[in-house]
């Protein structure tokens, strides 16, 4: 697609599931970055990847969150055990470079725990 | 101190009326900066970025004042569509990360 792709667009969890957000970046995008938003708040910074590495995870809240990134492509964000603080907008956002200022969006992954 | 600061408003501002903010950055190493606007429930987009020399898009001019420390913004004969949140970006010249305001809400009334 042309764009940056999220899936699921919604997703309703009770506390204790485990969830699996996907994100398909913009094609020969290498920059890859993972944020959540809670409501009325700003983008709080989850992880990086720089092709198929994570040189920087330190934005994960916990161990149980999790990302990866496969053939510099897909990207799936994985939140073990949900907790309702783990409500948010989930937001993915592709560059062509690192450091690059105009990411590109998907439309987020609504989560809510329940 | 959060690295980018901005008023998180809102501006309420009559339409036609010009509007202005400002966001306030602590890392002097800071090289590139930019807006970006997020509509309510939506993701967000950029609007422009900042160059040293400041710059004009339309009824938007940004300015960057590296000695003080900020970015601002201005709109001009504001529009009811510009109702937004509006957010400061910076980049980190040591590294790949791109620093977020919370952003600045404005709310444009006919």
């Known amino acids: 697609g042309a764009g940056v792709s999220q899936s699921p667009s919604n997703k309703v969890t009770e506390k204790g599931k485990d969830v699996e957000l996907r994100c398909d970046p913009i094609?020969?995008?290498?920059?890859l970055y993972w944020y959540r938003q809670s409501l009325g708040q700003g983008l709080e910074f989850l992880i990086y990847?720089?092709?198929?590495?994570?040189?920087?995870k330190s934005g994960l809240p916990s161990d149980r969150f999790s990302a990866e990134r496969t053939g510099g492509s897909v990207s799936t964000l994985t939140i073990q055990r949900t907790q309702q603080e783990d409500s948010a907008v989930y937001l993915c956002?592709?560059?062509?470079?690192?450091?690059?200022?105009?990411?590109?969006f998907g439309q987020g992954t609504r989560l809510t725990v329940v | 101190r959060k690295e980018v600061e901005q008023d998180p408003g809102p501006f309420n501002v009559p339409e036609g009326a010009t509007v202005a903010f400002n966001c306030t950055y602590s890392?002097?190493?800071?090289?590139?900066f930019f807006w970006y606007r997020q509509d309510c429930r939506k993701e967000p987009k950029l609007l422009m970025s900042?160059?040293?020399?400041?710059n004009e898009d339309g009824r938007f001019t940004a300015q960057l004042n590296r000695a003080s420390q900020y970015i601002s913004l201005l709109i001009r004969d504001s529009k009811l569509s510009d109702s937004a949140t509006y957010l400061c970006?910076?980049?980190?010249?040591?590294?790949?990360?791109?620093?977020w305001g919370a952003g600045t809400k404005l709310i444009i009334k006919p």
């Open positions: 956002a592709s560059s062509l470079l690192p450091r690059e200022g105009e990411a590109f």
């Open positions: 094609s020969g995008h290498t920059a």
């Open positions: 990847f720089q092709g198929n590495s994570a040189p920087d």
């Open positions: 890392n002097s190493a800071s090289q590139s």
């Open positions: 900042v160059y040293s020399s400041g």
């Open positions: 970006v910076g980049s980190s010249g040591s590294n790949y990360q791109l620093i």
